[in-house]
């Protein structure tokens, strides 16, 4: 049970590989105490394309290994884990587990004046159905339009976020949330935030794009509010970075999603 006494320990984050560091920068800037542990699954990403049966397997395999470590609790920062595996880790492990799926509904909820809500994911997320499930559970007068974009991941880390290739692409995949004419977009991979100024050239400024990192950062300080369990004191708290492939690919991409250089990235198994 997470008490008062886990206050020390550090907040325990995962991901298939580098996007999730889109939620540690948004922890780094809201929760600048705690220390983090991330965990990026380099050696089997992209988890979007795979299967629910190893999805879910691999979450478990990731908190196993978190937990080693002695994290107080976990953040799902992976959209095709959180929509997959986040029931079977609930059932499996005694820490609190946070995933992005529930935060991301609920700002889109909130934000949505027409009822008309858009999600862009991996095909692995958008096949759950769990981010329409969601929403329905929240109110279900929402009409909810899903597209999966698999092209977008290796274009972001490809570095062309910005290129006309990308606007391209993502003119087609936009077309029918713009024929449909939602107002709220619910960006459902860790590593859409980097395609936002794309996106707004494709949806026009006024449709709102909700950003998961962003949201998962409430529930997390709420867990640790409720549980007495955040840091006292308002030191800086430390980021380690874990990696199940070969480091240097991680630590030269990882500017990009967090907007500095990292030093050190070891590399583990699980
Ligand atoms: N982290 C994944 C997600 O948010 C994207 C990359 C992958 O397919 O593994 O769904």
Not at 15 to 41: C, H, N, W
Not at 95 to 116: H, L, M, Q, S, Y
Not at 188 to 198: A, I, V
Not at 224 to 245: C, E, I, M, P
Request: charge should be positive; proline fraction near 4%; include cysteine.
């Amino acid at each position: 049970m997470l008490s008062s006494k886990n206050r020390n320990q550090p907040i325990g984050v995962f991901d298939s590989g580098l996007g999730g560091l889109t939620v540690v920068k948004a922890l780094m800037r809201r929760l600048p105490q705690e220390d983090i542990i991330y965990f990026g699954d380099t050696a089997r990403v992209p988890y979007g394309t795979k299967s629910r049966e190893s999805i879910i397997r691999f979450s478990k395999e990731n908190v196993a290994l978190l937990l080693k470590r002695q994290v107080k609790m976990i953040v799902v920062a992976c959209n095709s884990s959180s929509s997959h595996a986040l029931a079977a880790l609930r059932e499996t492990f005694d820490v609190p587990i946070i995933g992005v799926i529930e935060p991301g509904c609920r700002a889109a909820v909130k934000a949505t004046k027409n009822k008309k809500v858009g999600i862009i994911a991996t095909p692995a997320t958008i096949n759950s159905y769990a981010y329409p499930q969601e929403i329905a559970r929240l109110d279900s007068s929402i009409k909810v339009l899903g597209q999966a974009c698999p092209l977008f991941v290796p274009l972001i880390e490809e570095g062309w976020s910005a290129k006309m290739v990308t606007l391209t692409i993502a003119q087609e995949y936009l077309k029918k949330m713009r024929q449909s004419q939602i107002d709220t977009l619910i960006l459902g991979c860790t590593h859409y935030p980097l395609l936002k100024t794309t996106l707004r050239k494709v949806l026009g400024v006024k449709v709102k794009l909700v950003d998961s990192a962003e949201e998962v950062v409430h529930d997390v300080r709420a867990v640790l509010t409720n549980k007495a369990a955040g840091y006292a004191g308002s030191r800086k708290g430390t980021v380690q970075f874990l990696v199940s492939d070969e480091p240097a690919h991680f630590q030269k991409l990882a500017r990009r999603f967090l907007g500095f250089d990292i030093q050190d990235v070891e590399r583990c198994h699980v």
